[in-house]
C-alpha cells in the first residue's frame, strides 16, 4: 500500500511541474532529464498500472499534463522507434 502512495504522491507532483511548464527543467527544450523519464511514463499504464497495480488512475485520464509532455516526448527522432511494448 505504501508503494501505491508513494507513486501517486511522485505522479502528482510530476503533474504539477508539468502544468507550469513544458518539459522538466526548462519551457524551451527537453533535458536529460525529460528523455531519463520518458520511458518510466510511457510504460505506466501497461506496466506499473495494469500488471502492477501501483496507481490508482491512468496517465491518459488522471493526468492530461504528463500525458501531453508524453506525446510531446514521443515526437522527437528516435524516441518513437525505442518504444515496442
Request: charged share 25%; net charge positive.
Amino acid at each position: 500500500k505504501m508503494r501505491v502512495i508513494s507513486n501517486i504522491v511522485r505522479m502528482d507532483k510530476l503533474e504539477n511541474i508539468l502544468s507550469k511548464q513544458r518539459y522538466l527543467c526548462s519551457n524551451i527544450n527537453p533535458t536529460e532529464a525529460d528523455i531519463r523519464l520518458f520511458p518510466t511514463i510511457f510504460r505506466h499504464d501497461e506496466v506499473y498500472y495494469v500488471r502492477m497495480k501501483l496507481n490508482k488512475s491512468l496517465i491518459c485520464y488522471q493526468y492530461p499534463n504528463i500525458y501531453g509532455w508524453m506525446k510531446d516526448i514521443y515526437q522527437y527522432k528516435n524516441i518513437s522507434n525505442a518504444c515496442n511494448i
